[in-house]
């Protein structure tokens, strides 16, 4: 393995190129008797200036990929959220958040324009595989403690306040994919008229 490796090596071919370099002098009566060490030595000086191997890019799954992952572990967010009892404010709160994730996650215009986001692939993922979990189930452990030490606040201002949160850093993704959106058309409406009048 590591000998077919050497020899498709980019320090092999310009060896080998230098070398037959040596052999064309050798048979025009250069080199002489000491032919072989004109050769080994042009075959030498040529593995020595090749440019070294460039080790190839580890094969990362791009942004669409990743999207589809995260619908799958949108999905299991869901199953586990449903089984979750809230207070009727913090539950409409994570239902407004979890009604805009699934905007953002569903296959069609937003997943092409984030695709193109990797930032936007970013905040998504975090949302769901970390914030909106531990926020849910941060409050189900604290409303646990708060019913046997009583007198602390309640924990459900907390959950409303951070599902708050992520729902305005979700509207903000939103709002910057529609900027994205708008821009796009108003320079193709520039292109129109810029084409109309050099016509």
């Given at each position: 393995?590591?000998?077919?490796r050497y020899?498709?090596?980019?320090?092999?071919?310009a060896?080998?190129?230098?070398?037959l370099?040596?052999?064309?002098?050798?048979?025009?009566?250069?080199?002489?008797?000491?032919?072989?060490v004109?050769?080994?030595?042009?075959?030498?000086?040529?593995?020595?200036?090749?440019?070294?191997?460039?080790?190839?890019?580890?094969?990362f799954?791009d942004?669409?990929?990743?999207?589809?992952?995260?619908?799958?572990?949108?999905?299991?967010?869901?199953?586990?959220?449903?089984e979750?009892?809230?207070?009727?404010?913090?539950?409409?709160?994570?239902?407004?958040l979890t009604?805009?994730?699934?905007?953002?996650?569903?296959?069609?215009?937003?997943?092409e324009?984030?695709?193109?986001?990797?930032e936007?692939?970013?905040?998504?993922?975090?949302?769901v595989?970390?914030?909106?979990?531990?926020?849910?189930?941060?409050f189900?452990?604290?409303?646990?403690?708060?019913?046997?030490?009583?007198?602390?606040?309640?924990p459900e201002?907390?959950?409303?306040?951070q599902?708050?949160?992520l729902?305005?850093?979700?509207e903000?993704l939103?709002?910057?994919?529609?900027?994205?959106e708008?821009?796009?058309?108003?320079?193709?409406?520039?292109?129109?008229?810029?084409?109309?009048?050099?016509?």
């Amino acid at each position: 393995m590591a000998i077919s490796r050497y020899l498709e090596s980019r320090k092999n071919i310009a060896g080998s190129a230098c070398g037959l370099v040596g052999v064309a002098l050798t048979l025009a009566g250069v080199a002489g008797p000491y032919w072989p060490v004109v050769v080994a030595g042009l075959y030498g000086a040529g593995a020595l200036v090749a440019p070294p191997e460039r080790p190839a890019l580890p094969d990362f799954p791009d942004a669409s990929a990743q999207l589809d992952a995260l619908r799958g572990d949108f999905e299991k967010l869901c199953g586990y959220l449903a089984e979750v009892e809230l207070p009727p404010a913090a539950a409409g709160r994570l239902t407004e958040l979890t009604e805009l994730l699934t905007a953002l996650l569903d296959p069609g215009w937003a997943t092409e324009l984030l695709a193109q986001d990797p930032e936007g692939v970013h905040t998504l993922s975090r949302a769901v595989r970390q914030d909106v979990p531990e926020a849910v189930d941060t409050f189900v452990r604290t409303r646990w403690w708060t019913r046997l030490a009583p007198g602390q606040e309640a924990p459900e201002r907390h959950l409303e306040r951070q599902l708050t949160l992520l729902q305005e850093e979700a509207e903000r993704l939103a709002g910057a994919l529609r900027e994205t959106e708008a821009r796009r058309q108003e320079s193709h409406t520039r292109y129109l008229e810029d084409r109309g009048r050099a016509g």
